[in-house]
């Protein structure tokens, strides 16, 4: 009898850290997931409401002062009350579980028009180096032209009888 009614404390103590939780959550959340928070509040609101905390610890006296059935049916009612409540957060959670998926959804579109963007911003980049190149090859090409005529080496050195050599190649 001893340890049912430790239990019983224990289940008390259990629900109020509980109610705490759902309360702390339902704050935490209430900007970025009100649909969410609504529920925690609601979950929490439940354990106030039914006095479920309480309800506990009057079990502790029914336990060992009534009759058998009226413990028993008071037994019943708080676990009821804990079904609603396991319902409740069931709910809370689902609430939690859309809107991580809505925001992990938005999250993968914002990665994707990133890359999108970086993926143009590194071809306009590839095209502007290979316009760069285009034009630098462009410009080689009319040095070459130009000193092909005159004779004189791209070193500046003249070989035997005006050849012109490749400066070491």
Known sequence: MRRLVERKEQMAAEVAD???QLDRLSQE???EQPAASRELTEAARGIRDDKLREKILYSRGVIQGRSQ???KNFEEQIGEDLDALQERV????G???EALESFDARIRERVEQGEQRNGRAGQEDQRGQQGQQGQQGQQGQGQQGQEGPQGGAR??????????????R
């Open 69 to 71: 059935e009226y413990a």
């Open 90 to 93: 069931r709910e809370a959670r």
């Open 155 to 168: 070193d500046g050195r003249q070989g035997p009888g005006g050849s012109v050599t490749a400066g070491g």
């Open 95 to 97: 609430a939690m579980g």
């Open 29 to 31: 959340t209430r900007r």
């Open 18 to 20: 509980l109610e705490r």
